[in-house]
C-alpha cells in the first residue's frame, strides 16, 4: 500500500475556537482505524456522512492511511441524489454520527461514532484485507444528468501532493481555510494535502459556511495566509468587502474551477500582496491539474 501520511509533518485542525494539535489527530486516526477493523473492513468503499468538523477531516486521513476508499456524502443534497451516488458506487457501510442518520438512506449498515467509546486501542491489531489502489470516489455535479462518479488513484493523490508542492512557494507555517464542499475534489487541497503538509487548517463549520462576515472574521482571528476558491466565491466576498481587505495579509491565493476574469485579478492585485495562482483540473486528473 502506497503510503499517504506522514505523521512528522501532520498539521492541526481549529474548529469552532478550538484548536486539535497533531498528537490528538494522530491518537484519534488510530482509534478509527480500530473501529473500522471491527465493523468489517474489506478493500470495499465506505460511505462518509460526518459534518463539516474536525472529526469529518480526522476520518478521512484514517481512511486513506488503512486503506479504504470512501465516498464523502454531503448530507444537505437531496434524498434521490445521496440514493443514486450511494447505489452507483456500491456502498455497503456508512460511517457518521446519530444526528445524521435521517439524511441519507435508511436500508444501509451504519458506524456510528458517537455511539462507540474507544479509549486507548494501544498494541491493538487491525483486521488484515486486501489492499485497493482507489483512495477516494467522488461524484461531479451532474448538470448533464446523473452525476459521474470518478475513482481516484492513491498514486495519482500522491502525484498532486508532490506536484502542487513543487509548483507552489507555501510558507512555512501556511494556515490555511477550509471553504471548499466535500462534494468539490479541491476539498482535498484544503484538508489532506494540507494536513500532510503540516499547515494549519481552519475549518469553516456548517453554520458559517454561507456567512461572508464570519469567514472574514475566522481568515482575520488565525491570521489566514493561504486561500483556494473559484472565482465566483471570490467575486461573493467582493460584494460583502468591495476591496477585499481582509484578505492583504494572505500570501498565497489559489484561484480556479471557472474561468479568472482579467477584473477580479486586477483587484486582488491591488489590494494584497499575494502570490496569485490560476488552477485548472477536472475531476478526473485528480484535483488541480495545471498552475
Given at each position: 500500500m502506497k503510503?499517504?501520511?506522514?505523521?512528522e509533518k501532520?498539521?492541526?485542525i481549529?474548529?469552532?475556537?478550538i484548536?486539535?494539535e497533531?498528537?490528538y489527530?494522530?491518537?484519534?486516526?488510530?482509534?478509527?482505524k480500530?473501529?473500522?477493523?471491527?465493523n468489517?473492513?474489506?478493500s470495499k468503499?465506505?460511505?462518509i456522512?460526518i459534518p463539516?468538523?474536525?472529526?469529518?477531516?480526522?476520518?478521512?486521513?484514517?481512511?486513506?492511511?488503512?486503506?479504504i476508499?470512501f465516498?464523502?456524502l454531503?448530507?444537505?443534497?437531496?434524498e434521490?441524489r445521496l440514493?443514486y451516488?450511494?447505489r452507483?458506487?456500491?456502498?455497503?457501510?456508512?460511517?457518521?454520527?446519530?444526528?445524521?442518520?435521517?439524511?441519507?438512506?435508511k436500508?444501509?449498515?451504519?458506524?456510528?461514532?458517537?455511539e462507540?467509546?474507544?479509549l486507548?486501542?494501544?498494541?491493538?491489531?487491525?483486521?488484515?484485507?486486501?489492499?485497493?489502489?482507489?483512495?477516494?470516489?467522488?461524484?461531479?455535479?451532474?448538470?448533464?444528468?446523473?452525476?459521474?462518479?470518478?475513482?481516484?488513484?492513491?498514486t495519482?493523490?500522491i502525484n498532486?501532493i508532490?506536484?502542487?508542492?513543487?509548483a507552489?512557494?507555501?510558507?512555512?507555517e501556511?494556515?490555511i481555510?477550509?471553504l471548499?464542499s466535500?462534494?468539490f475534489?479541491?476539498?482535498?487541497?484544503?484538508t489532506v494535502?494540507?494536513m500532510?503538509?503540516?499547515?494549519t487548517v481552519?475549518?469553516?463549520p456548517e453554520?458559517e459556511y454561507?456567512?461572508?462576515?464570519?469567514i472574514?472574521?475566522?481568515i482575520?482571528?488565525?491570521?489566514?495566509?493561504?486561500?483556494?476558491?473559484?472565482?465566483?466565491?471570490?467575486?461573493?466576498?467582493q460584494?460583502?468587502d468591495?476591496?477585499?481587505?481582509f484578505l492583504s495579509?494572505?500570501?498565497?491565493?489559489m484561484?480556479?474551477g471557472e474561468?479568472?476574469?482579467?477584473?477580479?485579478l486586477?483587484i486582488?492585485?491591488?489590494n494584497t500582496?499575494?502570490?496569485i495562482?490560476?488552477?485548472?483540473?477536472?475531476t478526473?486528473t485528480t484535483?488541480?491539474?495545471t498552475?
Open positions: 503510503k499517504i501520511i506522514d505523521f501532520l498539521g492541526k481549529i474548529c469552532n475556537g484548536t486539535y497533531s498528537r489527530i494522530r491518537e484519534e486516526i488510530e482509534k478509527i480500530y473501529i473500522i477493523s471491527q468489517g473492513a474489506t468503499a465506505i460511505g456522512a463539516r468538523t474536525e472529526k469529518l477531516v480526522i476520518v478521512i486521513l484514517a481512511m486513506l492511511e488503512y486503506g476508499p465516498l464523502l454531503d448530507m444537505h443534497l437531496p434521490k440514493d451516488m450511494i452507483n458506487s456500491c456502498i455497503k457501510k456508512i460511517i457518521t454520527i446519530r444526528s445524521c442518520i435521517k439524511n441519507v438512506i436500508d444501509i449498515e451504519y458506524i456510528i461514532l458517537d462507540i467509546d474507544i486507548d486501542v494501544q498494541n491493538t491489531i487491525l483486521e488484515e484485507k486486501e489492499e485497493n489502489e482507489i483512495a477516494y470516489i467522488i461524484y461531479t455535479s451532474g448538470t448533464t444528468g446523473n452525476p459521474k462518479g470518478v475513482q481516484v488513484t492513491r495519482g493523490l498532486f508532490l506536484g502542487i508542492s513543487e507552489i512557494s507555501f510558507e512555512e501556511s494556515v481555510i477550509c471548499s466535500v462534494t475534489d479541491i476539498f482535498f487541497l484544503e494535502f494540507a500532510i503538509k503540516g499547515f481552519v475549518m469553516v453554520n454561507s456567512n461572508p462576515a464570519k472574514k472574521e475566522l482575520l482571528e488565525h491570521n489566514v495566509n493561504t486561500i483556494q476558491m473559484t472565482p465566483s466565491r471570490m467575486k461573493w466576498f460584494l460583502y468591495p476591496t477585499l481587505s495579509g494572505v500570501k498565497v491565493i484561484i480556479g474561468i479568472f476574469p482579467q477584473s477580479l486586477e486582488l492585485q491591488n500582496n499575494a502570490q495562482y490560476n488552477m485548472y483540473g477536472p478526473e484535483i488541480w491539474s498552475i
